[in-house]
């Protein structure tokens, strides 16, 4: 903590070169000013209250070095601080604050107070800002370090005022909020109580400690550390095993020199240094804290301060993203990951030439003879491609049982396919009846474990497996969901799952939706939800792990959704998480089996993403590209 | 190294090691088995760093002793497919000789000190069980535990020993199964033994025991245990994490009971069971003075009606069973009649088959 100065006006060329006024945009952003102000007072120990999402009430109580009551009328006033004198300094910023422009702005859109004695001090003092209104000093009783209170937020901005959202929704930025700032600082204890409530306690701590206070506890298991500097840079934080990627970047935090940043370089190395261990599209957990000399970074791009402009951004990427690689290619841990990588790009090549050669075998009978010219079989008798199917199996999908060969480690490289019972060359009567007869079980071929491959009245069809199926299993769900709620497994050993504050609103606004899904959820504890019961087609999803995604997801996506809409997407979700996915072999049962339940995807026009299920090729199509038109 | 082998009794060895052997792994010599010849006897050992076995096979003739590290799969395929009594197995330098009469496979060895070390059996036994009990106690309890739980624990089988008594117990969060039995010796200290033991290794061990009458030797250790039969020991790391306090969840306040045949209730639900699909897999038991009548419905299949008459003592009741749930503990219990306790149709039903097998199970929420 650099030593206090007093609070002074800033000269108008630098004021000029600041960016325009501080945003209170929400009370999340008010109490982000408060705390910053104490955490740069030299406080150990920060208590944060909110009454009604802060709307009420935010107040901020530090224990740190507090102000001379000459200076309380002067925190309120514009661009008056500390914290920075001649423009040189803008340059060189160690402390969290340095546009003495918070206090003023909050002032003028609340009634606020602050209350403040220094410990040289034998009282403290205070002063009132009622929207503008700055009163003078005045004795008042208070222990050592500052209180700022802010009440009735927003009272003279009505257009500002209606954009706050619910209590819960603010309350659960507001402790957002308060864990990003808590968790570069671990030897400042912080409390958050709402409505009298306590949200979040978190005592001075070793940082490795408080980093993971960013992440809820199962992941405690799974974190590797960093620590790595050279004479100008540091990096340290922890980071996740690929297994913590998810959906959205909800874990990860950025600090440059102690302040938590948005930077898009950052975010774009460690997802590279995950390259390869982790699903596309997913993001790691990271909680990475990174320092650099003052001078090779310009904090002021934006005006929240989240956003900053790197002298050298390749070096700073370069730098995470070997560090990050490095730490997780050395790991014990990694090649744990690396195997699910080498079964995707290993294998389907050895496949693919195995599956090409069968599909082959079979073909020139087939297209050899227009089915009209067949001896033996009546013209017309190929039936369509769907009703064909229809006829050999009437069992439903078995998704239930995927081949068990996803669970263990040495899976059979091929589902058995029936070997068609005739030589190569077969007699294309032959294998006409065989199309129709009884063993007509081959309509279709996997290809990559991942593509099904068949023939259509007028040429052939490219079906990719896990978006047929999870097409098919989102139409067969939403018409059960319309008959009645899904049948749910109770729980004996009910899984709790750790829930953020928004989760937990979220939670609540759409626990009769859960409830119709087959999903019972409740309370279990302040920060953790216990799912009781969850539905039975899905049991081989982990009930804890779903609720857990669809929550995360859901702050981001879902909260401003209609019922309807919401019921779509969770059911889309369902049918994604219980469908066959690419990768799955599938026996010639299941493949049969699927294919027979196409037509109630083609009937409805209903599709979740507009994704296509199928690609056609017709006959013309295949011959055009071999030039065989006019043959 | 040379040896003549029973090509019998080494296929048994390598597929048994096989089990072990890592399908996918990093280290290639995990892929390798370690074979040691000594003493009269070929050990085969193997590990994938979770579960470790050696295997003796005293079916050999030793001509000269010594180690090696041969491809797990390679030597058991050539060992599996050719047609000869005996094989006879030399390692020069970093090649494997494989003879039979009309066949010679020369495979290129790895080196045998880059193996981790898979440990003998060592020292007294903390405890001894009869090979026929140890393998009913896992077949009775292995199938109700977790695959892929987050919560590891779950994902293995809690082996709890005290005062000349075992008990195993699995749960998956849905239900759970406990199976109890007498040891036949045991040297642990007053407060016991528990260990989560992996899945994988239960099964292995199942398949190593054949004898019912042999003893198996049990040592439990702070994070492993290990197995020992007269032909293999079987070393296991233990499951870390917490087994939930499974006690609190079995039943204790239920005021109905159903009595039936272990056979006859398994046929009905079974036939039950016939008419349900992926979205509604419950089946619908309702409990009368008259009977069990056993219902299932789905909008796309029909429906289904069993009338089972049995004894059913308590308040007329209904509820949801997820079939297999039931089918996989019925087809375990070793008594010929089962009797199924209850509450209500949102808490567990109790299912005791014997005075040694237990199993509590959740209810389906039915429409
Ligand atoms: N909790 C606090 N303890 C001590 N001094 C404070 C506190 N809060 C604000 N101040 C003083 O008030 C000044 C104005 O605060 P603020 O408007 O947030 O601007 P800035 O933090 O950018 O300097 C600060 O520079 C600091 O001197
Ligand atoms: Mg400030
Ligand atoms: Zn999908």
Redesign the interface.
């Known amino acids: 903590m650099t030593p206090r100065r007093p609070i002074q006006q800033l000269s108008i060329s630098l004021v000029n070169r600041i960016a325009a006024g501080e945003v209170i945009e929400r009370p999340a952003a008010v109490v982000k000013e408060l705390v910053e102000n104490a955490i740069d007072a030299g406080a150990s120990r920060i208590v944060v209250e909110v009454e009604d999402g802060g709307r009420a009430l935010i107040r901020v109580i530090d224990d740190g070095g507090g102000m001379p009551p000459s200076d309380l009328p002067l925190a309120f006033a514009s661009h008056a601080t500390s914290k920075l004198t001649c423009d040189e300094d803008l340059f060189r910023i160690a402390t969290m604050g340095f546009r003495g422009e918070a206090l003023a702005s909050i002032g003028a859109v609340s009634h606020a107070r602050i209350l403040s004695r220094m410990p040289t001090e034998e009282a403290g003092y205070e002063v009132h800002n009622r929207g503008g209104a700055i009163s003078d000093a005045q004795a008042a009783a208070g222990n050592v370090g500052t209180t700022v209170e802010v009440r009735n937020l927003f009272f003279n901005t009505p257009a500002r005022r209606k954009f706050i959202k619910g209590s819960s929704t603010e309350f659960g930025h507001i402790s957002e909020m308060l864990l990003r700032l808590a968790l570069p600082h671990p030897k400042v204890s912080f409390l958050l109580s709402h409505n009298g409530r306590k949200a979040m306690d978190l005592p001075a701590a070793p940082e490795g400690e408080r980093l993971l206070a960013a992440w809820p506890k199962e992941f405690h298991e799974s974190v590797l550390t960093i620590d790595v500097r050279d004479a100008e840079l540091r990096l340290r934080g922890i980071i996740g095993l690929p297994e913590l990627a998810r959906p959205t970047a909800r874990y990860q935090f950025f600090y440059l020199n102690g302040r938590h940043i948005r930077d898009k370089f950052i975010q774009h190395a460690l997802r590279e240094s995950y390259r390869g261990l982790t699903e596309p599209g997913r993001h790691p957990a990271a909680v990475l804290l990174l320092e650099i000399p003052p001078g090779d970074v310009d904090v002021n791009v934006h005006p929240t301060k989240t956003e900053v402009r790197f002298r050298d951004s390749g070096r700073i990427h370069g730098l995470v993203h070997s560090v990050i690689r490095e730490k997780l290619l050395g790991s014990e841990l990694t090649p744990l990951a690396l195997p699910t990588r080498s079964d995707a790009q290993g294998e389907p090549r050895e496949d693919l030439r195995h599956k090409l050669a069968e599909f082959f075998r079979q073909m020139p009978g087939e297209y050899s003879a227009p089915p009209t010219a067949q001896p033996g079989a009546p013209a017309g008798s190929q039936p369509p491609f769907g009703g064909q199917v229809a006829t050999t199996i009437d069992a439903p999908f078995v998704a239930s049982n995927p081949p068990p060969a996803s669970f263990s480690a040495e899976r059979p490289t091929l589902p058995s396919m029936p070997m068609p019972p005739m030589p190569a060359i077969a007699a294309p009567a032959a294998f006409a009846r065989s199309l129709v007869g009884q063993d007509a079980q081959q309509s279709a071929i996997q290809l990559h474990n991942s593509y099904l491959v068949a023939q259509s009245d007028d040429g052939l069809v490219i079906i990719d497996q896990h978006a047929l199926h999870e097409r098919i299993m989102y139409e067969e769900l939403l018409a059960r969901v319309n008959r009645g709620p899904l049948e749910a497994q109770r729980m004996l050993i009910p899984q709790v799952v750790d829930v953020s504050t928004t989760q937990l609103a979220l939670l609540e606004q759409i626990q009769p939706l859960l409830g119709k899904l087959g999903i019972e959820v409740s309370a279990f504890g302040p920060a953790s939800v216990a799912v009781h019961a969850f539905p039975s087609f899905l049991e081989k999803l982990e009930p804890g792990t779903f609720v857990r995604e669809l929550l995360e997801r859901g702050e981001q996506e879902l909260l401003d959704l209609h019922e309807e809409e919401l019921l779509h997407e969770v059911l889309d979700m369902m049918a994604c998480k219980a469908a066959v996915k690419a990768g799955d072999p599938l026996s010639p049962a299941e493949i049969e089996a699927l294919l027979a339940r196409r037509e109630l995807v083609e009937r409805s026009s209903n599709c979740p993403h507009g994704r296509p299920t199928t690609l056609r090729l017709s006959l013309r199509d295949l011959e055009k590209q071999f030039k065989r038109t006019g043959f | 190294m040379k040896v003549i082998c029973n090509r019998g009794a080494l296929l048994e060895a390598l597929t048994v090691a096989g089990n072990v052997v890592?399908?996918?792994?990093?280290?290639p010599v995990l892929q390798c088995v370690k074979v040691t010849a000594a003493d009269d006897r070929l050990t085969i050992a193997a590990t994938d760093l979770e579960v470790a076995i050696r295997y003796s096979d005293s079916q050999v003739q030793i001509e000269q002793p010594g180690e090696a590290l041969l491809p797990a799969d390679k030597f058991r395929d050539i060992v599996r497919e050719s047609v000869d009594d005996t094989l006879a197995l030399e390692v020069t330098g970093d090649t494997a000789n494989i003879r039979g009469q009309d066949s010679h496979f020369k495979i290129f060895t790895q080196k045998a000190s880059d193996f981790p070390p898979v440990p003998d059996f060592e020292g007294d036994a903390d405890l001894e069980i009869a090979g026929g009990l140890l393998k009913q106690l896992i077949g009775q309890t292995l199938f109700a535990a977790a695959?892929?739980?987050?919560?590891y624990a779950f994902n293995g089988v809690l082996l709890s020993a005290k005062g000349k008594k075992i008990d195993l117990v699995s749960?998956d969060?849905?239900?759970?199964a406990q199976a109890k039995g007498d040891l036949i010796s045991d040297k642990l200290p007053k407060e016991g033994a528990k260990a989560i033991i992996p899945s994988k290794a239960l099964t292995l061990l199942d398949k190593l025991i054949d004898d019912p009458e042999e003893a198996v030797a049990v040592q439990v250790r702070e994070n492993q245990v290990i197995f020992h039969t007269s032909s293999a020991t079987l070393t296991s790391n233990l499951v870390e994490g917490q087994f939930?306090p499974?006690d609190d969840?079995i039943p204790k306040d239920t005021d109905k009971k159903m009595t039936a045949a272990t056979a006859d209730f398994l046929s009905a639900i079974r036939r039950a069971a016939l008419l349900t699909?992926?979205?509604?897999?419950?089946v619908r038991l309702q409990f009368s003075k008259k009977g069990l009548v056993l219902t299932s419905r789905s909008?796309?299949?029909g429906e289904a009606t069993i009338n089972f008459p049995c004894k059913y003592e308590g308040a007329d009741m209904e509820i949801?069973f997820?079939p297999t749930f039931l089918t996989d503990a019925l087809r375990v219990v070793d008594s010929d009649e089962i009797s199924l306790e209850l509450t209500a149709p949102?808490r567990?039903g109790l299912l005791k088959g014997g005075p040694n097998f237990l199993y509590?199970?959740?209810?389906?929420?039915?429409?």
């Open positions: 890592a399908a996918r792994t990093p280290k695959r892929e739980s987050t919560r749960t969060g849905r239900r759970l939930p499974y969840v699909t992926e979205e509604s897999k419950g909008p796309e299949s949801g997820n949102n567990p509590v199970i959740m209810p389906v929420n039915l429409q």
